[in-house]
């Protein structure tokens, strides 16, 4: 071997062990999987006994049922866990991004269920006539400001709670209201009875001051304990990262002056701090956020556009990233590491994209922007990882993630509702609930106890999804109960962990219960009736690829698949049909509003009172 060739082989081992060195040191992703966004599930497997839950949902017609106001742009939420209850903050403007008027609200929760109305907690700001902007040519005229806050909540160590968000200006569509040119940021109090104390500016950009903004200076607050509060909060430096995308660019506040957004952060057992940006940008801070290395890096191997990412520890000691995995907003994923920096899968969160109701301006299809409970904002007692997100840029979501995070269903079904402890029925089931497509266990006229799948949505439908043991020769039980047999639908699938559907069962709107067979159906029965219970026997193999249907003890069809899959993973109830819209190549930019948008559809319920599996 020449010595040109030995130096070649030292210098590139040396390079790989260096690069491979490098990535151990640094958030990355060693996992196979990624995401295929032709389906909106990007075809991922599915975190077992996911709840995704819409706890806004936007009218412009009826804001009545609403937030009062007919706002269709509500975006960036943020939550916490204080006072046993969950609180969310979101911003809010009236039609798009940035386009004023703006504002931010805030809904409550006791149980993670029920949700509250949304409650002003920074209004509307006029921006003095006469504003302007370095650089910019446009005059402020009769204007409002905009929301704009990359940072929600702050939980003192006297367990005081401040809200916080920031006003900023757009003094036209293509302002910026995070440029450094803002007024400040503002904070208030919540109090343990779930009022708000008074707004307060708590940090401003030049020129604005106490003597030209219409809000008093948090100093001047007679509440020493508010006081010390926003004290403590503004001496972490962790905090004042957050802040970077608002503040004026030289603000000494900010630890780390680079033009990076929307960081948030962990802690590693060693006290070191991981900093996640947009566009899985990380670095590592020694010092607790005091300082942090000359520039951040994209983490090897993560895939995500410009969307927020979310990380924390979870309860088992591990970690989790919450995010889009594509250069779209599609789906929410997540990823698990036993040590905060190699992250080893891609699971599904919510794979689902609500149809966007309200054109708007920048208004992206798509669960996004998502957001966890920050170290220090409190923990929920039942150790489920908690994220919220929005829906398009339109309606505000939660999503509770079990923990620890798996796809693996260890044992088959064996449920009957009725019969199982209150509050853990649906423990192994994934459930999509919109409010007006709720699904959850409800009680029917007789008292009995059912998964319920509600529907009087237009645009949207409940799911409820379980995941068994991966089979190739299935046997599923289950009693359905139709509450009405001329309105709503009801699909339910058989896929396998891909979601591929293989079977597909319909109860429509005419009565008729079919099986689709390629392009067409054939008759599982004429007619269902309604409130009358069935009990539905499927025997599947998925080598043969046919499967037979019993219907109250009696075999009615025996059918090929309409699509083959090696096994199946997934049995799902859905109160509409597969979603296809939006695609990879949709216009980016909805600019057009859909009809009767706020308007309701007939009510249709689908109640499940038992489901059980097994392999033959």
Excluded at 186 to 211: A, C, D, L, M, T
Excluded at 282 to 305: E, L
Excluded at 369 to 382: A, H, K, Q, V
Aim: with cysteine; net charge neutral; aromatic share 14%.
């Amino acid at each position: 071997m020449n010595r040109n060739w030995q130096v070649f082989l030292v210098t590139f081992c040396l390079t790989g062990w260096w690069f491979a060195l490098q990535a151990q040191d640094t958030v990355h992703y060693s996992g196979n999987t990624i995401v295929n966004v032709d389906y909106h599930h990007g075809q991922l497997s599915p975190v077992v006994g996911v709840h995704s839950m819409q706890i806004f949902r936007a009218n412009r017609e009826h804001p009545e049922l609403a937030d009062g106001f007919g706002f269709t742009y509500n975006h960036a939420p943020m939550l916490c866990y204080w006072n046993n209850a969950f609180y969310v903050e979101y911003l809010s403007d009236k039609v798009g991004e940035s386009v004023p008027p703006g504002q931010t609200l805030v809904i409550t929760s006791k149980d993670g269920q029920t949700w509250s109305k949304p409650t002003v907690v920074f209004p509307p700001y006029k921006i003095p006539d006469g504003t302007t902007k370095p650089g910019h040519q446009g005059v402020a005229k009769d204007l409002y400001s905009v929301m704009h806050q990359r940072m929600g909540w702050y939980v003192s160590k006297s367990k005081r709670l401040l809200v916080l968000g920031f006003y900023g200006i757009c003094l036209d569509g293509h302002d910026d209201p995070n440029d450094g040119l803002g007024i400040g940021r503002v904070v208030r109090e919540v109090y343990p009875s779930g009022k708000y104390g008074p707004i307060y500016f708590i940090h401003y950009n030049p020129p604005w001051n106490e003597q030209n903004t219409s809000s008093p200076f948090y100093k001047t607050s007679k509440d020493k304990g508010f006081v010390a509060a926003c004290d403590e909060l503004m001496a972490d430096p962790l905090m004042m990262m957050q802040w970077f995308e608002e503040t004026d660019r030289k603000d000494p506040l900010i630890p780390f002056h680079k033009d990076y957004k929307a960081f948030n952060f962990y802690h590693l057992p060693d006290g070191r701090v991981v900093g996640l940006w947009k566009f899985a940008l990380t670095s590592i801070s020694t010092d607790n956020g005091k300082t942090w290395p000359t520039n951040a890096a994209r983490a090897p191997h993560f895939v995500t556009s410009n969307a927020k990412i979310w990380g924390q520890r979870t309860s088992d000691g591990k970690y989790a990233t919450v995010y889009n995995p594509s250069e779209f907003r599609w789906p929410l994923a997540t990823s698990v590491s036993k040590d905060g920096l190699d992250y080893t899968n891609l699971l599904l969160v919510n794979g689902e994209i609500s149809t966007m109701r309200y054109g708007g301006a920048y208004k992206s299809y798509g669960p996004q922007y998502t957001r966890g409970i920050e170290e220090g904002n409190g923990t929920p007692p039942d150790g489920k990882l908690w994220v919220t997100y929005s829906m398009n840029k339109e309606d505000i979501w939660v999503s509770s993630i079990p923990v620890p995070v798996t796809d693996i269903a260890a044992e088959h079904a064996n449920e009957v509702f009725n019969d199982m402890p209150t509050g853990k029925e649906l423990e192994k089931w994934n459930v999509f609930s919109p409010l007006w497509a709720h699904a959850g266990i409800e009680k029917m006229a007789d008292g009995t106890r059912v998964l319920a799948l509600n529907d009087h949505d237009n645009f949207d439908y409940a799911k409820a999804e379980r995941v068994v043991p991966t089979s190739k020769r299935l046997i599923t039980d289950f009693t359905l109960v139709a509450g009405q047999a001329n309105t709503g639908m009801l699909d339910i699938e058989f896929q396998d962990e891909k979601g591929n559907e293989a079977i597909r069962l319909t109860l429509d709107s005419t009565g008729a219960f079919t099986s689709k067979a390629g392009y067409r159906n054939k008759n599982v029965l004429k007619k269902y009736e309604a409130n009358k219970p069935y009990h539905i026997t499927l025997k599947l193999n998925t080598d043969t690829r046919f499967y037979t249907i019993n219907v109250d003890g009696k075999d009615v069809l025996t059918n090929l698949f309409f699509a083959p899959v090696h096994s199946i993973k997934r049995v799902v109830f859905r109160t509409g049909g597969v979603r296809r819209f939006p695609n990879a190549d949709t216009p980016t930019d909805q600019d057009y509003d859909l009809p009767k948008a706020g308007e309701s559809a007939k009510p249709a319920v689908f109640y499940i009172k038992s489901f059980k599996t097994s392999n033959f």
